[in-house]
């Protein structure tokens, strides 16, 4: 079975601030997708990236950045220089490809001006 | 571009009654979902279809029914609603390619009160 977790639950941090959030993910799959979403206090579900397992190469756009490693069955964002519009819940997500996504519980990030 | 449309935004039910959430899409996607967000837990399946007159349970299917009779409408049906239902609903589309793997787009959510 798939498995997502992201044992973060809330974080805090002062604007400009860099912080990372955690993905670890289970699957007996050698092809999968890994997504990361934002939802913003207004709620809806913006798409932020996906990565294959086949592409472990490091993405950055902008102040977000994506860090897969294979070996440790993880995924993980980092925001730099956090802003107050980086506040929101992020989630983290799996699918083989054909089966529906996975999702974390998320990690809700505050940031403080 | 509409996208994926939910109707209503906002309901609240008495226990025992019933309603049809209403979800559709205008990008001809096959592959439609329907996830429940519940505070702390993120998003869990409730029913998925891959195309018209195909649908499948997914984790938590209890209480819920779904239909598909075209590619652009994906109704949920709650019968006899119960406090446990009380969630923020999600109904998201993707269009289907070889092997898969394609991002959801989400519809805005309905926020349902079963009191």
């Known amino acids: 079975a798939q498995k997502v977790t992201q044992a973060q639950t809330e974080i805090s941090v002062v604007e400009k601030e860099d912080v990372t959030l955690d993905c670890v993910y289970e699957?007996?799959?050698?092809?999968?997708?890994l997504f990361w979403y934002k939802q913003p206090p207004s709620g809806e579900l913006v798409f932020l990236i996906r990565?294959?397992?086949?592409?472990?190469q490091n993405e950055i756009s902008g102040r977000y950045s994506w860090n897969f490693q294979k070996s440790t069955s993880s995924f993980n964002f980092t925001i730099t220089a956090s802003q107050v519009v980086d506040s929101a819940v992020y989630f983290c997500?799996?699918?083989?490809?054909?089966?529906?996504?996975?999702f974390g519980k998320g990690t809700r990030l505050s940031v403080i001006a | 571009n509409a996208g994926v449309t939910q109707t209503p935004k906002f309901r609240i039910l008495k226990i025992g009654q019933s309603m049809t959430l209403q979800c559709t899409q205008d990008?001809?996607?096959?592959?439609m979902y329907w996830y429940r967000q519940d505070p702390g837990m993120g998003l869990k399946l409730i029913y998925y279809?891959?195309?018209?007159?195909?649908?499948d349970k997914g984790e938590v299917p209890n209480g819920y029914n779904v239909s598909r009779s075209t590619t652009e409408d994906f109704p949920l049906r709650l019968e006899l609603a119960a406090p446990s239902q009380t969630s923020v609903y999600f109904c998201?589309?993707?269009?289907?390619?070889?092997?898969?793997?394609?991002?959801?787009?989400f519809g805005s959510g309905t926020q349902l009160s079963v009191l």
């Open positions: 279809s891959v195309g018209a007159g195909i649908t």
């Open positions: 699957t007996r799959d050698t092809t999968y997708y």
């Open positions: 990008m001809n996607h096959n592959y």
């Open positions: 998201a589309s993707r269009r289907p390619t070889p092997r898969g793997g394609e991002k959801l787009f």
């Open positions: 990565r294959n397992s086949f592409d472990e």
């Open positions: 997500a799996l699918s083989d490809g054909n089966t529906p996504l996975v």
